[in-house]
């Protein structure tokens, strides 16, 4: 593998490498809005990775100028600018969701709602504990 | 190595550094301000892989809309994130293993830039070639957008329209009239008041230049609603929930979430009338260029009412939750 084979997967590495990190955001952190964050990581990585595919060495923003020239994909573009916008839209349905659920459970950190639940469901937390074995 | 990769690389380690910067702080304030960078970070490199379009969505997404969403959230819950409780070690293994099976198979992918990679020369050429003569436009992703790709983009639209609707289904119940007049304004900021005043104007006008500029230039629908949202959400920021309710009451937003979708299906329809395909714009105008035009004139428009409605709207659903969002919070 010489320099021009890391350089050339550089881009898909370094995507790989922030969607690694949005993923452990999302699974090792217990606060429901550190959470979406880390989901919003992953997601832009996703983004940033259907765009290095559509990008070709030399080439300019497809949009027409008239005289010939090497465009990139522009299909790429269309998917992730409207996937951009959906987005959002889900961010703040996520959002709403923590909004709500601190409302009723009064905390946004996940093992203190899980505890509310079990001790709802068996009593008291040492009964929970118990309950979970 | 040539300029272009050093700026490649260097967008990329930053961004990298600023996601690993986000997963370590507990400040929650200062995770949400990082996510903001992340996202202007991204649009550069965004820019420099030729996606002009998608950069502009990015960047009026990240500096505006995302980052006021969840500063309203943050004034609704908690400031600070608990330290983790549990083992990390589990989710560490986990995430190194996904990813390294995910490094494993970028190995036989074609090399970045490669214009002989199957997604190159698979319909991208058509669409390069064809936009000139059958739809008459210069902006090419604009053409893929409204009229070759005119199904996925009502599909996306519906999507938010949805998310729209889920959002204010949620935090409808709990909106409540404020106590007496307990409403915090930021209108005893002079430099605040003044700047505000004098920026509206100017954004709702980029955003209607944004929103029919964009067969030409990069921009339509997408990015011209969310500007056009965060002109009404720096004027509610400023001059109160209250008084931007006077200006452009819940209800009208609502009904304009609705009608942009419908004029989007609309314009299928009338194709369908005149006995050609759904959304197939030809049938709109004299000929297939002007018909096309017209159409998607009128789809992005759409696209920009339900857009800006649903950000204006779920905007509303934040800000007027019980605890108003006062100057400590921002």
Redo the contacts between chains.
């Keep these: 593998m010489g320099v021009d084979d890391i350089l050339g997967l550089f881009n898909y590495w370094m995507v790989i490498v922030l969607m690694m990190i949005g993923l452990y955001t999302v699974v090792s952190r217990g606060n429901l809005v550190k959470k979406i964050v880390g989901l919003n990581i992953f997601q832009t990585s996703v983004f940033l990775l259907y765009i290095s595919m559509g990008k070709v060495t030399g080439g300019t923003a497809p949009i027409l100028t008239g005289k010939p020239e090497v465009y990139s994909n522009p299909l790429p573009h269309v998917l992730i600018l409207t996937a951009i916008v959906v987005g959002v839209a889900t961010t703040a349905l996520g959002l709403a969701l923590v909004v709500r659920i601190k409302n009723a459970y009064d905390t946004i950190e996940e093992d203190e709602i899980q505890a509310a639940d079990d001790e709802k469901e068996f009593g008291d937390a040492a009964a929970a504990e118990d309950g979970r074995r | 190595?040539s300029i272009a990769?050093v700026i490649?690389?260097s967008l990329?380690?930053f961004?990298?550094l600023t996601?690993?910067a986000?997963?370590k702080l507990r400040a929650?304030f200062a995770?949400?301000m990082l996510?903001s960078v992340?996202?202007l970070v991204?649009a550069a490199?965004?820019v420099h892989?030729?996606?002009?379009?998608?950069a502009f969505?990015?960047a009026a997404?990240g500096a505006g809309?995302?980052t006021v969403?969840?500063l309203?959230?943050?004034a609704?819950?908690?400031r600070r994130?608990?330290a983790?409780?549990?083992s990390?070690a589990l989710?560490?293994i986990?995430?190194?293993l996904?990813?390294l099976a995910?490094?494993y198979g970028?190995?036989d992918?074609p090399?970045?830039?490669?214009?002989q990679?199957p997604?190159?020369v698979h319909?991208?050429p058509k669409?390069?070639a064809d936009?000139?003569s059958e739809i008459g436009i210069?902006?090419?992703?604009t053409a893929?957008?409204a009229s070759y790709?005119g199904f996925?983009?009502l599909g996306?639209v519906t999507?938010?329209f949805t998310?729209?609707i889920?959002?204010l289904l949620?935090?409808a119940g709990?909106i409540r009239e404020p106590e007496g007049l307990r409403v915090q304004t930021m209108d005893h900021h002079l430099v605040l008041r003044v700047v505000t005043k004098m920026l509206i104007g100017p954004i709702m006008l980029f955003a209607l230049y944004v929103q029919f500029h964009g067969d030409?230039?990069?921009g339509?629908g997408?990015q011209a609603?969310?500007i056009f949202a965060s002109a009404f959400i720096i004027y509610a920021l400023v001059f109160g929930l209250e008084n931007a309710r006077k200006a452009v009451p819940g209800r009208a937003v609502r009904l304009l979430v609705a009608c942009g979708v419908l004029l989007y299906g609309g314009v299928g329809f009338v194709s369908f009338l005149f006995g050609k395909n759904y959304l197939n714009y030809s049938v709109l105008g004299v000929d297939q260029v002007a018909g096309q035009h017209l159409g998607i004139l009128l789809v992005e428009f759409g696209v920009g009412l339900t857009?800006a409605a649903?950000?204006v709207s779920?905007f509303y659903?934040?800000a007027g939750?019980n605890q108003p969002i006062s100057d400590e919070d921002w």
């Design positions: 190595m990769a490649d690389i990329l380690v961004l990298g996601a690993f986000i997963l929650l995770v949400v996510s992340f996202s991204s490199l965004l892989l030729d996606a002009v379009d998608v969505t990015e997404v809309i995302s969403l969840m309203a959230t943050l609704l819950t908690s994130e608990k983790p409780t549990r990390q989710p560490l986990v995430v190194f996904t990813g995910l490094v970028t190995l992918m090399r970045f830039g490669d214009p990679a997604i190159q319909v991208a669409y390069i936009t000139q210069p902006n090419i992703v893929v957008l790709r996925d983009t996306e999507v938010i998310a729209g889920g959002v949620l935090l709990f030409f230039g990069p339509g997408f609603g969310l857009v649903v950000m779920t659903a934040f939750q």
